[in-house]
T-cell receptor, first 113, second 112 residues
Framework: GENVEQHPSTLSVQEGDSAVIKCTYS??????FPWYKQELGKRPQLIID?????GEKKDQRIAVTLNKTAKHFSLHITETQPEDSAVYFC????????????FGAGTRLFVKA | DAGITQSPRYKITETGRQVTLMCHQT?????MFWYRQDLGHGLRLIYY???????DKGEVPDGYVVSRSKTENFPLTLESATRSQTSVYFC???????????FGPGTRLLVL
């Protein structure tokens, strides 16, 4: 079946460094790619998203890039802060010929002060 | 976020019992979703609904039933709970299929 592979599963960085999380999807019909942040015991919350007609999007310290040819998209967090520590999920959504949303397994990010 | 609520927040039940998890949203969003979250699997879509009286299966629908008689409510029923259904269940809603999904606070379900 369709899937989304997310790497790495765990990432530890020093405060101020950058963090990059990568996802690869298999369904070529996917056309919307959100990223969610989930703190321990809390609900997932959207931090940034990108649509298939855009290659890159930035919001302050967070950016997402999309390579549709390679079926690959990435989350970039610059100048990391301890409050960025959380689990991050990518997702690939296809809404043509039915609706499918597949999440990656998540990346646990630790930002060390 | 307060616009989407789930109840109960915690539930313990026994194998074979029927359990219904409730989801309510106040935004009049067309789309509503049910996910389960298990370690190592991220979030997996169980069922979704594009509008009242329109529901469809997601990735892992077996053992679950949904209904949507009103736009604001989307209950999820486990007809005969099994231990493998022990999980955290999240409801979500969005205005369209390509808009932000807003998640509820989750329901932690333990099936003994």
């Amino acid at each position: 079946g369709e899937n989304v592979e997310q790497h790495p599963s765990t990432l530890s960085v020093q405060e101020g460094d950058s963090a990059v999380i990568k996802c690869t999807y298999s369904d070529s019909a996917s056309n919307y790619f959100p990223w969610y942040k989930q703190e321990l015991g809390k609900r997932p919350q959207l931090i940034i998203d990108i649509r298939s007609n855009v290659g890159e999007k930035k919001d302050q310290r967070i950016a997402v890039t999309l390579n549709k040819t390679a079926k690959h998209f990435s989350l970039h967090i610059t100048e990391t802060q301890p409050e960025d520590s959380a689990v991050y999920f990518c997702a690939a959504i296809a809404d043509t010929g039915g609706f499918k949303t597949i999440f990656g397994a998540g990346t646990r990010l630790f930002v060390k002060a | 976020d307060a616009g989407i609520t789930q109840s109960p927040r915690y539930k313990i039940t026994e194998t074979g019992r029927q359990v219904t998890l409730m989801c309510h949203q106040t935004w009049s969003h067309s789309y509503m979703f049910w996910y389960r979250q298990d370690l190592g699997h991220g979030l997996r879509l169980i069922y979704y609904s594009a509008a009242a009286d329109i529901t469809d299966k997601g990735e892992v629908p077996d053992g679950y039933v949904v209904s949507r008689s009103k736009t604001e409510n989307f209950p999820l029923t486990l007809e005969s709970a099994t231990r493998s259904q022990t999980s955290v269940y999240f409801c979500a809603s969005s205005g369209s299929s390509k808009e932000t999904q807003y998640f509820g606070p989750g329901t932690r379900l333990l099936v003994l």
